[in-house]
């Protein structure tokens, strides 16, 4: 079992920035790749980055290329520096860890309870 918790979401306005934090405990952390993913209201919830056990891999949705960045340390925490905010960016933000790195929603086996991020235009 991986319990996880993030933190760091918030109101900001366009062009800000935000980092998120997402804190691992339980298992191993080094043992699982971790994701963000986002739903914003009525839609479906949506990859926007993955970072594999090493670090050594990272993936991207296309909307966030060059604006977001995904790390990780060796203290059980994965980040998601946010710059360049836009509105549509608006959604709640959850991090997630499985085995294997995966873009997909439905490959992760461990979800945390989620961060709103609003960005205001």
């Known amino acids: 079992q991986v319990q996880l918790v993030e933190s760091g979401g918030g109101l900001v306005q366009a062009g800000g920035s935000l980092r998120l934090s997402c804190a691992a405990s339980g298992r191993t952390f080094s043992y699982y790749a971790m994701g963000w993913f986002r739903q914003a209201p009525g839609k479906e919830r949506e990859f926007v980055a993955a970072?594999?056990?090493?670090?050594?891999?990272t993936y991207y949705t296309d909307s966030v290329k060059g604006r977001f960045t995904i790390s990780r340390d060796n203290a059980r925490t994965v980040y998601l520096q946010m710059n360049s905010l836009k509105p549509e960016d608006t959604a709640v933000y959850y991090c997630?860890?499985?085995?294997?790195?995966?873009?997909?929603?439905?490959?992760?086996?461990?979800w945390g309870q989620g961060t709103q991020v609003t960005v205001s235009s």
């Open positions: 997630a860890a499985r085995i294997v790195l995966s873009t997909r929603a439905h490959d992760y086996d461990y």
């Open positions: 970072i594999s056990r090493t670090g050594g891999t």
